[in-house]
Protein backbone atom coordinates (compact mmCIF):
# COMPACT_ATOMS: atom_id res chain seq x y z
CA UNK A 1 0.00 0.00 0.00
CA UNK A 2 1.72 3.36 -0.93
CA UNK A 3 2.73 6.02 1.60
CA UNK A 4 4.92 8.78 1.33
CA UNK A 5 8.11 7.68 1.92
CA UNK A 6 9.20 10.19 4.43
CA UNK A 7 6.04 9.21 6.45
CA UNK A 8 6.84 5.23 5.82
CA UNK A 9 10.08 6.40 7.35
CA UNK A 10 8.79 7.26 10.50
CA UNK A 11 6.07 4.92 11.05
CA UNK A 12 7.82 3.30 13.94
CA UNK A 13 7.37 6.29 16.00
CA UNK A 14 3.73 6.57 14.78
CA UNK A 15 3.20 2.86 16.45
CA UNK A 16 4.88 4.06 19.88
CA UNK A 17 2.76 7.17 20.21
CA UNK A 18 -0.27 5.12 19.55
CA UNK A 19 0.57 2.44 21.96
CA UNK A 20 1.09 5.06 24.63
CA UNK A 21 -2.10 6.98 24.18
CA UNK A 22 -3.58 3.32 23.99
CA UNK A 23 -2.00 2.55 27.59
CA UNK A 24 -2.99 5.79 29.16
CA UNK A 25 -6.93 5.97 27.76
CA UNK A 26 -9.42 9.40 29.50
CA UNK A 27 -12.63 9.81 28.70
CA UNK A 28 -14.99 12.97 27.66
CA UNK A 29 -14.06 16.73 28.06
CA UNK A 30 -11.44 15.21 30.76
CA UNK A 31 -8.12 14.30 28.24
CA UNK A 32 -5.79 16.01 29.98
CA UNK A 33 -2.71 14.01 29.67
CA UNK A 34 -3.84 13.04 26.25
CA UNK A 35 -3.49 16.90 25.33
CA UNK A 36 -0.11 17.11 26.96
CA UNK A 37 1.40 14.00 25.25
CA UNK A 38 -0.23 15.37 21.72
CA UNK A 39 1.16 19.27 22.84
CA UNK A 40 4.53 18.10 23.38
CA UNK A 41 4.95 15.95 20.28
CA UNK A 42 3.76 18.86 17.85
CA UNK A 43 6.46 21.28 19.87
CA UNK A 44 8.78 18.88 18.71
CA UNK A 45 7.91 19.23 15.05
CA UNK A 46 8.39 22.51 15.46
CA UNK A 47 4.73 23.53 14.69
CA UNK A 48 3.99 27.66 14.72
CA UNK A 49 1.00 28.09 17.25
CA UNK A 50 -0.48 25.29 19.98
CA UNK A 51 -3.06 26.86 21.62
CA UNK A 52 -4.81 24.86 24.45
CA UNK A 53 -7.85 24.65 26.47
CA UNK A 54 -10.34 24.70 23.96
CA UNK A 55 -13.47 22.88 25.08
CA UNK A 56 -11.18 22.66 28.50
CA UNK A 57 -8.88 19.85 26.67
CA UNK A 58 -8.80 20.98 23.20
CA UNK A 59 -6.28 21.69 20.90
CA UNK A 60 -5.50 24.27 17.86
CA UNK A 61 -2.14 23.96 16.43
CA UNK A 62 -1.11 25.98 13.49
CA UNK A 63 1.59 25.22 10.83
CA UNK A 64 2.46 27.91 8.21
CA UNK A 65 2.82 27.01 4.36
CA UNK A 66 5.57 29.13 2.15
CA UNK A 67 2.84 31.48 1.01
CA UNK A 68 0.48 33.39 2.81
CA UNK A 69 -3.37 31.51 1.71
CA UNK A 70 -6.47 30.20 3.19
CA UNK A 71 -6.56 27.82 6.39
CA UNK A 72 -7.39 24.08 6.56
CA UNK A 73 -9.24 22.32 9.48
CA UNK A 74 -7.93 18.42 10.07
CA UNK A 75 -9.47 16.87 13.07
CA UNK A 76 -9.20 14.07 15.20
CA UNK A 77 -11.10 13.71 18.18
CA UNK A 78 -9.09 12.46 21.65
CA UNK A 79 -11.50 10.90 24.11
CA UNK A 80 -11.90 6.60 24.99
CA UNK A 81 -14.94 4.97 26.05
CA UNK A 82 -15.66 3.29 29.56
CA UNK A 83 -14.85 -0.24 28.74
CA UNK A 84 -13.19 -2.89 30.43
CA UNK A 85 -10.68 -3.80 27.93
CA UNK A 86 -10.17 -7.26 26.69
CA UNK A 87 -7.31 -7.44 24.47
CA UNK A 88 -4.70 -8.90 25.94
CA UNK A 89 -2.40 -6.64 24.24
CA UNK A 90 1.00 -5.68 25.87
CA UNK A 91 -0.23 -2.27 25.10
CA UNK A 92 -3.87 -2.47 26.64
CA UNK A 93 -5.16 0.15 29.18
CA UNK A 94 -3.59 1.18 32.63
CA UNK A 95 -6.70 2.56 33.36
CA UNK A 96 -9.26 0.07 34.72
CA UNK A 97 -12.50 0.12 33.19
CA UNK A 98 -11.84 2.97 30.46
CA UNK A 99 -9.96 2.20 26.53
CA UNK A 100 -9.53 3.52 23.14
CA UNK A 101 -12.77 1.11 21.83
CA UNK A 102 -13.35 3.61 19.14
CA UNK A 103 -9.13 4.15 17.73
CA UNK A 104 -9.29 7.48 18.90
CA UNK A 105 -5.87 6.94 19.75
CA UNK A 106 -5.45 5.92 15.65
CA UNK A 107 -7.01 9.12 14.61
CA UNK A 108 -4.59 11.33 16.93
CA UNK A 109 -1.56 9.29 15.83
CA UNK A 110 -2.12 9.83 12.35
CA UNK A 111 -3.36 13.43 12.21
CA UNK A 112 0.65 13.93 14.06
CA UNK A 113 2.21 11.82 12.21
CA UNK A 114 0.92 14.33 9.08
CA UNK A 115 1.94 16.69 11.16
CA UNK A 116 5.47 16.05 11.69
CA UNK A 117 5.54 15.61 7.38
CA UNK A 118 3.68 19.49 7.32
CA UNK A 119 6.39 20.94 9.54
CA UNK A 120 9.17 19.55 7.58
CA UNK A 121 8.12 19.70 4.13
CA UNK A 122 5.58 22.82 4.04
CA UNK A 123 4.61 22.81 0.72
CA UNK A 124 1.66 24.12 0.41
CA UNK A 125 -0.28 27.77 1.24
CA UNK A 126 -1.80 29.05 3.75
CA UNK A 127 -2.06 27.19 6.74
CA UNK A 128 -3.49 24.45 8.49
CA UNK A 129 -5.19 24.22 11.26
CA UNK A 130 -4.81 20.61 13.14
CA UNK A 131 -8.07 20.35 15.49
CA UNK A 132 -7.58 18.17 18.53
CA UNK A 133 -11.09 17.61 19.90
CA UNK A 134 -12.27 15.50 22.79
CA UNK A 135 -15.89 14.62 23.96
CA UNK A 136 -16.81 12.87 20.37
CA UNK A 137 -18.48 10.29 22.17
CA UNK A 138 -20.67 11.54 24.81
CA UNK A 139 -20.44 15.06 24.77
CA UNK A 140 -20.20 16.93 21.80
CA UNK A 141 -16.64 18.64 21.90
CA UNK A 142 -16.97 19.26 18.43
CA UNK A 143 -19.76 21.76 18.70
CA UNK A 144 -18.35 22.92 22.11
CA UNK A 145 -15.36 23.87 19.68
CA UNK A 146 -17.18 25.69 17.08
CA UNK A 147 -19.10 27.38 19.82
CA UNK A 148 -16.09 28.61 21.24
CA UNK A 149 -15.51 30.23 17.92
CA UNK A 150 -12.05 27.92 16.56
CA UNK A 151 -13.41 28.74 12.89
CA UNK A 152 -13.23 32.63 13.03
CA UNK A 153 -10.57 32.70 15.61
CA UNK A 154 -8.40 30.16 13.37
CA UNK A 155 -9.68 31.70 9.71
CA UNK A 156 -10.86 28.39 8.97
CA UNK A 157 -12.22 27.66 5.59
CA UNK A 158 -12.57 24.78 5.33
CA UNK A 159 -12.45 21.01 7.22
CA UNK A 160 -11.73 17.37 7.20
CA UNK A 161 -11.97 14.55 9.26
CA UNK A 162 -11.42 10.77 9.24
CA UNK A 163 -12.98 7.55 10.77
CA UNK A 164 -11.15 4.32 11.22
CA UNK A 165 -13.99 1.67 10.11
CA UNK A 166 -12.99 -2.35 11.01
CA UNK A 167 -16.12 -3.06 8.37
CA UNK A 168 -14.16 -1.60 5.61
CA UNK A 169 -11.12 -3.47 3.93
CA UNK A 170 -7.11 -2.74 4.99
CA UNK A 171 -6.68 0.60 3.22
CA UNK A 172 -9.78 1.14 1.68
CA UNK A 173 -11.25 4.41 2.00
CA UNK A 174 -14.99 5.32 1.82
CA UNK A 175 -16.53 9.39 1.31
CA UNK A 176 -20.19 10.26 -0.61
CA UNK A 177 -21.03 13.33 -1.49
CA UNK A 178 -23.99 14.61 1.13
CA UNK A 179 -25.45 12.67 4.38
CA UNK A 180 -22.59 10.25 4.97
CA UNK A 181 -23.67 9.63 9.05
CA UNK A 182 -27.07 10.26 10.52
CA UNK A 183 -28.80 12.64 12.87
CA UNK A 184 -29.39 11.03 16.44
CA UNK A 185 -32.51 11.82 18.46
CA UNK A 186 -34.24 10.23 21.67
CA UNK A 187 -37.56 10.41 23.00
CA UNK A 188 -39.05 9.67 26.60
CA UNK A 189 -42.57 9.18 26.84
CA UNK A 190 -44.57 8.51 30.59
CA UNK A 191 -47.64 7.90 30.28
CA UNK A 192 -49.96 9.04 33.02
CA UNK A 193 -53.12 6.90 33.97
CA UNK A 194 -54.93 6.03 37.08
CA UNK A 195 -53.49 3.09 38.88
CA UNK A 196 -55.76 0.40 40.58
CA UNK A 197 -57.25 -3.12 41.02
CA UNK A 198 -56.76 -5.73 38.12
CA UNK A 199 -59.84 -6.97 37.91
CA UNK A 200 -61.76 -3.18 38.35
CA UNK A 201 -60.25 -1.45 35.03
CA UNK A 202 -63.60 0.30 34.86
CA UNK A 203 -62.37 2.23 38.31
CA UNK A 204 -58.88 2.98 36.46
CA UNK A 205 -57.34 4.87 33.48
CA UNK A 206 -55.36 2.29 32.11
CA UNK A 207 -51.64 3.74 30.66
CA UNK A 208 -50.16 0.72 29.40
CA UNK A 209 -53.39 -0.04 26.85
CA UNK A 210 -52.37 3.91 25.67
CA UNK A 211 -48.87 3.54 25.54
CA UNK A 212 -49.19 0.30 23.25
CA UNK A 213 -51.12 2.23 20.92
CA UNK A 214 -48.81 5.27 21.16
CA UNK A 215 -45.90 2.68 20.10
CA UNK A 216 -48.30 1.42 17.11
CA UNK A 217 -49.03 4.64 16.16
CA UNK A 218 -45.54 5.89 15.83
CA UNK A 219 -44.69 3.12 13.46
CA UNK A 220 -47.10 4.78 10.64
CA UNK A 221 -44.74 8.05 10.48
CA UNK A 222 -42.26 5.84 8.46
CA UNK A 223 -44.57 4.49 6.56
CA UNK A 224 -47.95 6.87 5.73
CA UNK A 225 -45.93 10.46 6.46
CA UNK A 226 -42.76 10.47 4.84
CA UNK A 227 -41.67 9.62 1.29
CA UNK A 228 -40.61 6.35 -0.15
CA UNK A 229 -37.34 7.73 -0.65
CA UNK A 230 -36.82 9.63 2.69
CA UNK A 231 -34.51 7.89 4.91
CA UNK A 232 -35.03 7.15 8.65
CA UNK A 233 -35.48 4.77 11.51
CA UNK A 234 -37.51 4.91 14.53
CA UNK A 235 -37.28 2.29 17.15
CA UNK A 236 -39.02 1.59 20.49
CA UNK A 237 -36.28 0.41 22.55
CA UNK A 238 -37.14 0.28 26.12
CA UNK A 239 -40.91 -0.04 27.69
CA UNK A 240 -41.65 0.01 31.80
CA UNK A 241 -44.75 -0.35 32.88
CA UNK A 242 -46.35 -2.69 36.06
CA UNK A 243 -45.46 -4.05 38.88
CA UNK A 244 -47.53 -7.32 39.24
CA UNK A 245 -50.39 -9.32 37.75
CA UNK A 246 -53.62 -7.67 39.48
CA UNK A 247 -52.42 -4.31 39.54
CA UNK A 248 -53.05 -1.75 36.63
CA UNK A 249 -49.96 0.51 37.11
CA UNK A 250 -50.22 4.48 37.54
CA UNK A 251 -47.95 5.07 34.90
CA UNK A 252 -45.84 3.51 31.59
CA UNK A 253 -42.55 4.53 30.04
CA UNK A 254 -40.74 3.73 26.81
CA UNK A 255 -37.89 5.53 24.62
CA UNK A 256 -37.33 5.61 21.21
CA UNK A 257 -34.04 6.15 19.26
CA UNK A 258 -34.94 8.38 16.25
CA UNK A 259 -32.24 8.27 13.38
CA UNK A 260 -32.60 10.67 10.26
CA UNK A 261 -30.67 12.76 7.81
CA UNK A 262 -32.39 15.79 6.35
CA UNK A 263 -33.76 18.61 8.27
CA UNK A 264 -37.39 18.91 6.77
CA UNK A 265 -37.45 14.88 7.69
CA UNK A 266 -36.39 15.61 11.25
CA UNK A 267 -38.66 18.13 11.76
CA UNK A 268 -41.69 16.13 10.30
CA UNK A 269 -40.74 13.19 12.65
CA UNK A 270 -40.53 15.57 15.46
CA UNK A 271 -44.21 16.95 15.04
CA UNK A 272 -45.79 13.98 14.05
CA UNK A 273 -44.04 11.94 16.92
CA UNK A 274 -46.12 15.01 19.49
CA UNK A 275 -49.21 14.73 17.55
CA UNK A 276 -49.88 11.05 17.67
CA UNK A 277 -49.00 10.94 21.66
CA UNK A 278 -50.97 13.69 22.50
CA UNK A 279 -53.84 12.38 20.12
CA UNK A 280 -53.60 9.30 21.26
CA UNK A 281 -53.41 10.13 25.13
CA UNK A 282 -56.46 12.39 25.05
CA UNK A 283 -57.98 9.76 23.26
CA UNK A 284 -57.46 6.95 25.98
CA UNK A 285 -58.23 9.84 28.45
CA UNK A 286 -54.70 9.67 29.62
CA UNK A 287 -51.73 12.43 30.28
CA UNK A 288 -48.69 12.21 28.39
CA UNK A 289 -45.03 13.70 29.40
CA UNK A 290 -43.30 14.12 26.29
CA UNK A 291 -38.85 14.62 26.41
CA UNK A 292 -37.85 15.05 23.11
CA UNK A 293 -33.62 15.15 23.44
CA UNK A 294 -31.83 16.42 19.26
CA UNK A 295 -28.54 14.97 19.26
CA UNK A 296 -25.56 15.38 16.95
CA UNK A 297 -26.78 16.77 13.49
CA UNK A 298 -26.68 14.56 10.47
CA UNK A 299 -22.65 14.43 9.31
CA UNK A 300 -23.14 16.24 5.64
CA UNK A 301 -20.27 16.18 3.41
CA UNK A 302 -19.86 19.22 1.04
CA UNK A 303 -19.92 17.89 -2.72
CA UNK A 304 -16.83 19.90 -3.66
CA UNK A 305 -14.97 19.02 -0.84
CA UNK A 306 -15.70 15.36 -1.22
CA UNK A 307 -14.87 14.68 -4.49
CA UNK A 308 -11.49 16.11 -3.34
CA UNK A 309 -11.00 13.91 -0.77
CA UNK A 310 -12.07 10.93 -2.96
CA UNK A 311 -9.32 12.16 -5.54
CA UNK A 312 -6.65 12.54 -2.72
CA UNK A 313 -7.51 8.94 -1.32
CA UNK A 314 -7.12 8.02 -4.95
CA UNK A 315 -3.43 9.35 -5.03
CA UNK A 316 -2.71 7.54 -2.00
CA UNK A 317 -4.19 3.96 -2.13
CA UNK A 318 -5.03 3.60 -5.95
CA UNK A 319 -8.72 4.06 -7.70
CA UNK A 320 -9.84 0.47 -6.03
CA UNK A 321 -9.36 1.48 -3.04
CA UNK A 322 -12.22 4.42 -2.84
CA UNK A 323 -15.58 4.15 -2.66
CA UNK A 324 -16.36 7.82 -3.55
CA UNK A 325 -20.46 7.10 -3.22
CA UNK A 326 -20.34 4.91 -0.12
CA UNK A 327 -23.67 3.93 1.92
CA UNK A 328 -24.43 5.88 4.32
CA UNK A 329 -24.60 4.85 8.17
CA UNK A 330 -26.99 5.49 10.73
CA UNK A 331 -24.51 6.24 13.84
CA UNK A 332 -23.79 9.69 14.14
CA UNK A 333 -20.30 11.84 14.43
CA UNK A 334 -20.09 15.13 16.47
CA UNK A 335 -17.99 16.57 13.19
CA UNK A 336 -21.23 17.07 12.24
CA UNK A 337 -21.01 20.25 13.96
CA UNK A 338 -17.92 21.65 12.30
CA UNK A 339 -19.62 21.10 8.85
CA UNK A 340 -22.46 23.00 9.75
CA UNK A 341 -19.96 25.51 10.00
CA UNK A 342 -17.16 25.27 7.31
CA UNK A 343 -17.59 23.29 4.25
CA UNK A 344 -15.47 20.34 4.37
CA UNK A 345 -15.78 16.02 4.35
CA UNK A 346 -15.28 13.20 6.31
CA UNK A 347 -14.26 9.93 5.30
CA UNK A 348 -13.89 6.60 6.84
CA UNK A 349 -10.59 4.50 6.54
CA UNK A 350 -10.59 0.45 6.34
CA UNK A 351 -8.64 -1.25 9.32
CA UNK A 352 -9.43 -4.76 7.62
CA UNK A 353 -11.41 -7.75 9.60
CA UNK A 354 -11.53 -7.32 13.60
CA UNK A 355 -13.53 -6.41 16.41
CA UNK A 356 -16.43 -3.60 15.65
CA UNK A 357 -15.79 -0.34 17.26
CA UNK A 358 -16.78 0.12 20.51
CA UNK A 359 -15.84 -3.71 21.29
CA UNK A 360 -13.76 -4.45 24.45
CA UNK A 361 -10.89 -6.63 22.02
CA UNK A 362 -10.96 -4.02 19.36
CA UNK A 363 -7.57 -2.13 18.94
CA UNK A 364 -6.97 0.09 16.47
CA UNK A 365 -4.47 -1.23 13.68
CA UNK A 366 -1.01 0.33 13.27
CA UNK A 367 -0.56 -0.60 9.73
CA UNK A 368 -3.12 1.61 8.82
CA UNK A 369 -1.40 4.93 11.15
CA UNK A 370 0.64 5.78 7.80
CA UNK A 371 -1.87 5.36 5.24
CA UNK A 372 -4.17 8.23 7.27
CA UNK A 373 -1.21 10.33 7.60
CA UNK A 374 -0.02 10.30 4.02
CA UNK A 375 -3.73 11.37 3.09
CA UNK A 376 -3.72 14.23 5.56
CA UNK A 377 -0.60 15.50 4.23
CA UNK A 378 -1.54 15.30 0.68
CA UNK A 379 -4.94 16.52 1.14
CA UNK A 380 -3.33 19.70 2.91
CA UNK A 381 -0.83 20.06 -0.60
CA UNK A 382 -3.95 19.47 -2.86
CA UNK A 383 -6.15 21.60 -1.20
CA UNK A 384 -3.90 24.47 -0.76
CA UNK A 385 -0.82 23.82 -3.36
CA UNK A 386 2.17 26.10 -3.76
CA UNK A 387 1.09 28.73 -6.89
ZN1 LIG B 1 -17.09 5.78 19.13
ZN1 LIG C 1 -15.12 7.26 17.19
Request: hydrophobic share 45%.
Amino acid sequence: MPVLNRIADFAPDMTAWRRHLHQHPELSFDCHQTADFVAARLAEFGVDEVHRGIARTGIVAIINGKVPGGTIGLRSDMDALPIHELTGAAHASTTQGNMHACGHDGHMTMLMGAARYLCETRNFSGRVALIFQPAEEDAGGGQVMVQEGIMDRFAITQVYGLHNEPAIPFGMFHTTAGPIAAAVDTLFVTVIGKGGHGVMPETCVDPIVAMLAMITSLQTILSRNLGAADQAVISVTQVNAGSASNIIPETASFCATIRTFDATVQALIRRRVAEIIQGTAAAYGVAADITYDVGYPPTINHTANAALAAEVARQVVGAPNVNDACPRKMWSEDFSFMLQSRPGAFVLLGQGPGPSLHNPAYDFNDDVAPIGASFFARLVEAAQPLP
